[in-house]
């Protein structure tokens, strides 16, 4: 079979990698994409250990690679901190992670080099961001904040709490007034984009800009880039419950989705 008419998995703990394939069917349209959303064992940023997270996505990745897919993009950042590495031991194809996007699109938009990071609790804890940008920059400042109620409330619901606001502004107030940009550190938190907004008038970043580009040269490198001009609607998976994902996802892509519930 031609490469070339392989499909492009892409995955994360849940509906947050949805912000990216939104993106991905926006920069790369003719590529056929199969997205899988891990709801059933949500969240990965809290209370999961480092090989907890490995071996799940070890899992989507057999699966992925089952479905005949050529390349693989990690739409979560924790995952990209836990497994990005040891996916990358262990399979051979292509895989891309969104931490080193997130980073090059904050030094590239930082004028004051200090910029604030949402993410989950393990991303934060791991210092992935601060490692990164520093890595690149030395002399950039990164406040990386822990937004732990976030992933759960996106994925039953964000509008449905209640209190929403009051734990929006609790993580708003954490970031520093000298932050020139915050970046949203977790794909799940493009979703509630429009809200944070209303709260924080700065810059505000989404790594997913980044890693459709990197994407793109990927394929055009290994000469595997769809040149076919035909649109396919993305297939999505999940191990969790239809009744939330789908409705969320087809209010974030604005259309219709073919979803299917697999075990978890």
Not at 189 to 195: F, G, L
Not at 243 to 254: C, M, Q, R, S
Request: charged content about 25%; proline content about 4%.
């Amino acid at each position: 079979m031609d490469r070339k008419n392989c499909k492009i998995g892409v995955f994360d703990s849940g509906l947050g990698g949805v912000t990216v394939l939104k993106r991905l069917l926006k920069d790369l349209p003719y590529e056929e994409y199969i997205y899988y959303g891990d709801s059933g064992n949500a969240p990965y940023g809290s209370g999961k250990t480092k090989e907890e997270i490995q071996n799940l996505c070890a899992k989507i990745m057999d699966f992925l690679i089952e479905n005949n897919c050529k390349v693989v993009v990690i739409a979560c950042n924790t995952a990209t901190v836990a497994a990005l590495e040891y996916l990358k031991e262990n399979y051979s194809i292509p895989i891309i992670g969104i931490i080193d996007s997130g980073a090059k699109i904050a030094i590239q938009n930082s004028s004051l080099k200090k910029v604030a990071v949402f993410s989950t609790e393990f991303t934060a804890n791991s210092n992935a961001y601060k490692n990164t940008i520093q890595r690149y920059d030395k002399d950039f400042e990164v406040t990386q904040i822990a937004c732990i109620e976030f992933c759960p409330m996106i994925e039953k619901g964000w509008e449905t709490f209640d209190n929403n606001q009051e734990i929006l502004e609790k993580y708003i107030n954490k970031i520093p007034d000298n932050v020139d940009a915050l970046v949203l550190g977790c794909t799940h938190y493009p979703i509630i984009e429009n809200y944070i907004k209303k709260k924080f008038n700065k810059i505000i970043l989404d790594p997913a800009v980044g890693i459709s580009f990197e994407l793109k040269r990927l394929l055009e490198n290994l000469n595997i880039l769809n040149d076919n001009k035909i649109k396919k609607k993305p297939v999505f998976f999940t191990t969790g419950e239809l009744d939330k994902f789908k409705p969320t996802a087809e209010k974030f892509l604005g259309e219709e989705i073919e979803i299917y519930k697999i075990p978890k």
